[in-house]
């Protein structure tokens, strides 16, 4: 955005959307990764897997199964592989996406029936990123816009149990409910850009982000008298 510093992790979190998609709440686990936005910062890229085929059955016409996320730029690896994927990854149909360094997700669309079919994110340059199976018939639909000066910090939901080792034994399954953690640019208008190096993770203890503290502070006023009597002549 004009006026903004770089996205950030020290960027305040604002809110948190609804979840979208079917509830299952005997066959799922919640999933968070805001921490992995205030370790590394913004999301840098992502890939969404789809599959039609799967469990030796036909899914007709298929399911959106997963999502793999990325934060921080540079972070070109599977640091937290397991921890960063929602849903299933193996053996489905993977597309990749990568976000330039000053752009974010600013709107997702999603749809779903008894699974999740599809999703498309557009982002704050007008790019839009989407995968899996649109437009099935009876599907409930969901238009989500981020919050006026904010973006997607991060992904939250709910994901399919892993299964008990008689059954297969995989660790991640599908996609039930998703959702995301909106954070707000910070558009004091500065012209110093807070990059990753510079910036500092909030505290756990305080929802407070230290991008709203002075890095100037002053001087108690017995310092500040004393040093202007020295500097007179």
């Excluded at 099935?136 to 989500?144: I, Q």
């Excluded at 994901?159 to 660790?171: A, F, M, S, V």
């Excluded at 954070?183 to 012209?191: L, M, R």
Aim: proline share 7%.
């Amino acid at each position: 955005m004009k006026g903004c510093k770089l996205p950030s992790k020290i960027d305040p979190v604002v809110g948190y959307s609804s979840l979208y998609g079917r509830p299952a709440p005997n066959d799922t686990v919640w999933h968070n990764q805001e921490w992995a936005f205030r370790m590394y910062g913004p999301l840098s890229r992502f890939t969404l897997f789809k599959a039609w085929y799967y469990d030796g059955e036909w899914h007709d016409p298929g399911e959106l199964k997963g999502l793999q996320t990325w934060y921080g730029h540079g972070a070109e690896q599977y640091t937290h592989a397991d921890r960063l994927l929602v849903g299933a990854r193996r053996p489905h149909v993977p597309r990749n996406f990568t976000l330039y360094r000053d752009e974010v997700l600013v709107r997702a669309e999603l749809e779903w029936d008894t699974i999740m079919r599809w999703a498309n994110f557009t982002s704050s340059q007008g790019r839009w990123f989407a995968w899996g199976f649109p437009n099935v018939t009876g599907v409930t639909k969901a238009a989500v816009q981020a919050p006026a000066g904010a973006y997607i910090a991060a992904f939250r939901g709910f994901e399919g149990k892993p299964l008990p080792k008689h059954l297969g034994g995989y660790k991640k399954r599908y996609i039930a409910q998703l959702g995301f953690v909106w954070a707000k640019h910070d558009c004091s208008g500065a012209s110093t850009v807070v990059t990753e190096s510079a910036a500092l993770p909030a505290s756990s203890s305080s929802s407070t982000s230290t991008s709203q503290q002075s890095a100037a502070q002053p001087r108690p006023a017995k310092q500040a008298a004393a040093a202007a009597a020295k500097a007179a002549p």
